[in-house]
């Protein structure tokens, strides 16, 4: 069946440091991969939605990259501040359930000052 | 700014007990979700209604229904909580047109089960 891994739970850097997360998929259907953030006390919003047409997508500072080939994407940022303390989500949708959004199980990061 | 309005907050009970948590979305969406979320933080799907249509239903127990009475509206009950189902509950909204949308989350309804 469809399924995001999601290795690393938690990450901790200081300020400015560089941020990295992957993820893995696994599904029969054609692919659409996302990040979604959740900052404390609020549910998940998208971050940033990665098409397999562009394979890169950005937004606030963030840069998502996907491989095909090792059916692996990425989140990263240059350099990260104490405000992109939150709970990052990669997760997929694929047709034909594409109604089904498929979360990875979070990466909390905490960037200290 | 928030369009996913989810009540209660929190919500504590005991074991065998019925709970109700309800949803309403402004935003104009077709599909509404539930999904929940563990104390591991897991994101998982549970439900979701399109045109008060049930398409999505992955093999939640029994106790747990969704209710609509129109598209803006998806609530969940509980009959007789139990205490592995202490856990945030997270509504969501889609446009419900197309191919991978953008999913709009509520804050979530916190439930414990004593």
């Known amino acids: 069946g469809d399924s995001v891994i999601q290795m690393q739970g938690q990450v901790t850097l200081s300020e400015n440091d560089f941020l990295f997360i992957n993820c893995t998929y696994s599904t029969t259907g054609y692919p659409t991969l996302f990040w979604y953030v959740q900052y404390s006390g609020e549910g998940p919003q998208l971050l940033l939605q990665?098409?397999?047409?562009?394979n890169k997508g950005s937004s606030r500072g963030f840069e998502a990259t996907y491989d095909k080939g090792t059916t692996s994407f990425h989140l990263q940022k240059t350099s990260v501040q104490e405000i992109d303390s939150a709970v990052y989500y990669c997760a997929m949708s694929s047709m034909p359930n594409y109604n089904v959004l498929y979360f990875g199980s979070g990466t909390k990061l905490t960037v200290e000052p | 700014e928030t369009a996913v309005f989810q009540t209660p907050n929190y919500h504590v009970t005991q074991v065998g007990n019925e709970v109700s948590f309800n949803c309403k979305q402004t935003l104009g969406h077709d599909t509404m979700y539930w999904y929940k979320q563990d104390s591991k933080k897991l994101l998982k799907i549970m439900f979701s209604y399109n045109n008060k249509q049930l398409i999505v239903n992955e093999t939640v127990p029994r106790r747990f229904s969704p209710q609509s009475s129109d598209k803006a509206h998806l609530n969940l009950r509980i009959k007789s909580v139990e205490p592995e189902d202490s856990a945030v509950y997270l509504c969501?909204?889609?446009f419900g047109g197309g191919v991978a949308e953008t999913l709009y989350f509520g804050s979530g309804t916190r439930l414990t089960v004593l």
């Open positions: 969501a909204s889609s």
């Open positions: 990665v098409t397999t047409a562009n």
